[in-house]
């Protein structure tokens, strides 16, 4: 859980930390499956008229492999984005006395009795968000608890989107543990479906709505190369319309403050702004900024053909933190499908300088930048292949 000292020690003064590793237990976390169901089988199903599997959705837009990056350091990427691409993400999806486990490398869900977590009713069906940082805190240490519940917003977003496609209610619950304690593994979200909720009678695909594309298009450009980014100027069009959907996404987020500074626009002004309501110019971009903006500003780093870079605030007081990073990584999935949609890559950025930015950004000292998103040209650097 992320309190008011976590944040003394991994916020503004997290470059100060040691980050070491702890020994960890790195035993499965479910055993004995009792059988195997093959995601080809439910896909072909899923062609069937008047019948749509909801648990082949889940997985297919929280943890399937969608992609290849050949120039990555991180070959195979789902349509959430995770620190490092470590598969710390599982949706565990429980049908009264028995669970659905997914296996990106498999393509399979297997399924196991549910004996794992405490506070379930046996006669109701769950959705299980599980964050295993067990591996993530080997090369983060105690910063990969911010890190994990960014990753889990990420997720979230593709969730909501599956959940509302197949219009399943629920209710969110706060009572649910595992059997069994494992240090670094905690259960951020679990949903209660509704008693009288039925699954398989979505007569519409929602892998044919339009969003899905964005999903797919949805990339970060990580090239093994270097982290250079090239240079695209994007129209005075363009930007209107894409700054329109980001104030428009700030309205549901209203904890969470949107700053940017924005880069290589025709006929606008470069610097740094505030999104909100109304869209304010605080003050111009000035020489060798890009340097000054990051924490560490290496040789193999270049950002100087992005076009923005968003901030994502709170205020320090004391409220549900854990909560508020989940809010934060949901927004910024949010913009990356937005960006995605104007032939944007979007990558997530920690390596910031949090002094400069506050001060360009005139922000007051109760104020927390919690995330970074860089949006840029997408030229497929990464040499990705798409999967179907």
């Given at each position: ?21 702890a ?25 069937s ?16 492999i ?12 789902s ?20 669970m ?26 769950y ?132 700053w ?13 702004y505030?999104?909100?309501e ?8 000035e020489?060798?900024?890009?340097k ?7 040789d ?14 709170f ?73 179907k």
């Open positions: 859980m992320i309190d008011q000292h976590y944040l003394e020690r991994f916020g503004e003064n997290r470059y100060k930390q040691k980050l070491s590793a020994q960890i237990d790195e035993d499965l976390l479910f055993k004995n499956h009792i059988d195997v169901i093959d995601m080809k089988f439910l896909k072909e199903l899923g062609k008229d008047g019948w749509s599997s909801i648990i082949y959705d889940l997985y297919y837009y929280l943890e399937m969608q992609r290849i990056d050949f120039f990555s350091k991180y070959y195979f990427h349509f959430s984005p995770k620190a490092r691409n470590i598969d710390s993400l599982k949706l565990v999806f429980v049908h009264k006395t028995h659905f486990v997914y296996n990106a490398l498999t393509d399979k869900i297997y399924v196991y009795n549910q004996e794992y977590f405490k506070g379930l009713n046996a006669e109701r069906d959705l299980v968000i599980v964050n295993d940082n067990r591996q993530l805190q080997k090369i983060y240490g105690g910063f990969s608890s911010m890190l994990g519940l960014l990753n889990t917003g990420h997720y979230l977003y593709n969730l909501d989107f599956v959940l509302n496609g197949h219009q399943i209610c629920h209710r969110r619950l706060t009572t649910v543990s595992l059997e069994i304690p494992r240090e670094f593994v905690t259960i951020p979200l679990v949903l209660e479906i509704a008693m009288d909720q039925e699954y398989h009678l979505n007569t519409e695909d929602i892998k044919e709505q339009p969003e899905t594309e964005f999903f797919r298009r949805r990339v970060s450009e990580q090239n093994i190369r270097g982290d250079a980014v090239l240079r695209k100027i994007i129209s005075a069009d363009t930007n209107r319309q894409l700054l329109k959907e980001c104030q428009a996404a700030v309205q549901d987020y209203p904890d969470i403050g949107l940017s500074f924005i880069d290589n626009i025709t006929d606008f002004r470069s610097g740094f505030q999104i909100g109304k869209f304010e110019f605080i003050q111009p971009k020489e060798f900024m890009y000054k903006m990051l924490h560490e500003y290496q193999f780093t270049n950002l100087e053909g992005m076009n923005y870079w968003f901030f994502f605030t205020e320090k007081t004391g409220q549900d933190y854990d909560e508020i990073f989940l809010k934060i990584g949901h927004f910024a999935q949010r913009l990356s499908i937005i960006a995605a949609k104007y032939g944007l890559a979007a990558r997530g950025i920690k390596n910031y300088n949090d002094t400069i930015i506050k001060e360009k950004f005139n922000l007051e000292e109760n104020k927390q930048i919690g995330y970074s998103l860089n949006l840029f040209k997408s030229w497929n650097t990464s040499h990705s292949i798409f999967l």
